[in-house]
């Protein structure tokens, strides 16, 4: 059994519901008790996929604008950053307050340690909320948004999180794109009733399937 250090636990908002944070020879590792490995610093390539896919339609653009929905480790948000301008800003918004911490204070070296950039706003909160508050459909609001919350459009960890995948979130999430902007949603397998739902609302999908890492 590989020896491991406890750095730190968080309860997770309106769930009864623990994240703790371990240190292994070989990486970190973010584990819910009960629930088994949520995530750790040596598989991210669908994280870096993630803001890689979404950032592809904007090559090009000047002062764009994005939305990281979901901290984990920072691998989305350091792709993200990899892939826009100087002038651009990454909104990260995160629900659980430590997880930033141990970012910045333990884990970030992995990821290179991206709330660092100057490039880089953190909203400590529900991302629904931020949503709500960014849906002003004039095209004033993001250029990408990408969802790495829960695990997808299914099997919740916390409830509340449902609502970010049903009609009235998406309509919402449209409203916070600007023209020609792209929505990016992680799943831990295809969902093809997630698909249906999204081109209800008016989104063009593309499925993309993606190793975790190299191997597999």
């Not at 892939?83 to 930033?100: H, I, K």
């Not at 969802?147 to 299914?154: A, F, L």
Request: hydrophobic content about 40%; overall charge neutral; glycine content about 10%.
């Amino acid at each position: 059994m590989p020896r491991h250090e406890l750095l730190g636990s968080a309860r997770i908002p309106d769930t009864q519901k623990d994240l703790r944070l371990y240190k292994y020879p070989d990486k970190f590792s973010i584990v819910i008790p009960g629930r088994g490995e949520l995530m750790n610093s040596r598989v991210h390539g669908s994280e870096r996929a993630l803001a890689e896919l979404a950032c592809k339609a904007m090559q090009g653009r000047s002062n764009t604008r994005l939305l990281v929905g979901g901290l984990g480790m920072g691998f989305t948000l350091a792709a993200a950053l990899e892939q826009v301008g100087n002038d651009s800003e990454v909104v990260v918004a995160e629900l659980v307050p430590e997880v930033v911490e141990w970012n910045r204070e333990l884990m970030g070296e992995p990821s290179g340690h991206p709330l660092t950039d100057q490039r880089t706003t953190v909203f400590i909160g529900d991302v629904a909320n931020l949503l709500r508050a960014n849906a002003c459909g004039d095209g004033s609001c993001f250029d990408a948004i990408m969802m790495d919350v829960d695990n997808g459009p299914t099997a919740m960890i916390r409830s509340e999180n449902n609502w970010l995948y049903t009609d009235e979130g998406l309509h919402i999430t449209r409203q916070a794109l600007r023209p020609g902007g792209v929505l990016a949603v992680w799943s831990a397998a295809p969902d093809q009733k997630f698909q249906t739902k999204m081109r209800r609302c008016n989104f063009k999908v593309e499925e993309h399937i993606v190793r975790p890492h190299r191997a597999g």
